[in-house]
């Protein structure tokens, strides 16, 4: 299993850019595909975008469609979530998980499923100011 560490979270106003990042440590990184999710308080996690495991197929949540971007690097074994145009209500702790991609890529109707994942970052703070 890989491990995952979340960095690049902070306080940015309000129309500003932040870009994510996270590092996996371990073997196969290629072979797992990878999710973000965030957590308000007081609100379920929920997802926010996935990426397969080759990079050829990423999906998003509704709300960040055209404004966020998922993608990953796989000679450094990390996944980036370019984060555009934020709203205070992006505000979240934001963590990547991933899950070893047995299927083929095309099988997408996963993505948003929490339980799909089983390897979670600890998580990092994205806060938005008016």
């Known amino acids: 299993q890989v491990q995952l560490v979340e960095s690049g979270g902070g306080l940015v106003q309000a129309g500003g850019s932040l870009r994510l990042s996270c590092a996996a440590s371990?073997?196969?990184?290629?072979?797992?595909?990878m999710g973000w999710f965030r957590q308000a308080p007081g609100k379920e996690r929920e997802f926010v975008a996935g990426?397969?495991?080759?990079?050829?197929?990423?999906h998003y949540a509704d709300s960040v469609k055209g404004r966020f971007t998922i993608s990953r690097d796989s000679a450094k074994s990390t996944v980036y979530l370019q984060m555009n145009s934020l709203k205070p209500e992006d505000s979240a702790v934001y963590s990547c998980?991933?899950?070893?991609?047995?299927?083929?890529?095309?099988?997408?109707?996963?993505?948003?499923?929490?339980?799909?994942?089983?390897?979670w970052g600890q998580g990092t703070q994205v806060t938005v100011s008016t």
């Open positions: 990426i397969s495991r080759s990079g050829a197929f990423t």
């Open positions: 998980a991933a899950r070893y991609q047995y299927l083929p890529e095309y099988i997408s109707n996963w993505y948003e499923e929490r339980d799909k994942y089983d390897i």
């Open positions: 371990g073997r196969a990184f290629g072979s797992y595909a």
